[in-house]
């Protein structure tokens, strides 16, 4: 059974996956649009993850190793989304299937849906995974001051999208 070391801490790579499998697949629906690739982007991202442990690597701590997982997918979306066969395939029809909590969190998953890719993810990581600005700033690689900046941006456009829907006053 392969462990995954997190500072002192040791996980089976099972528990692993079983704790950020959710959270990963939320993030690459938010970015694919595309349930089966999606799950191709979750089971790539797991598949690094064993690699990397394999090859003797540890995390410093379980930020280290969320963090990773959540660049690891974002980047895995990004070689998906950039095969040209891929692009005639990417729509909204598939959102419905994603598991969320409860109807009016699917309501608002299905407007941050429409954003722009820069903003879904902020979004995203921002209030269903609770990551902090910085924290973010990190795993997209952009400085905090710019998540901030697409989450403002983000909610400007939601905001206008329920106005123009006749949502909110």
Known sequence: MMEVICGKNRYSAEKVIEQYSGMLFRLAMIRMNNNEDAQDVVQDTFMRMLVYI???????DEEHLKAWLLTVAINRG???????W???????????????????????YEYVMKLPEKYR???????????STEQIADIIKQKPSTVRSYLHRGR????????????VG
Do not use: C, W
């Open 54 to 60: 394999k090859k003797g690597h540890e995390f410093k």
């Open 78 to 84: 990004k070689s998906i989304i950039s095969l040209a």
């Open 86 to 108: 891929n692009r005639k395939t990417q729509g909204l029809e598939n959102v419905k299937e994603m598991a969320v909590p409860n109807e009016t969190e699917q309501y608002a």
């Open 121 to 131: 993810i902020v979004i995203n990581l921002f209030y269903y995974e609770q990551l």
């Open 156 to 167: 400007e456009k939601l905001k206008k999208m329920m106005e123009d829907d006749g949502y």
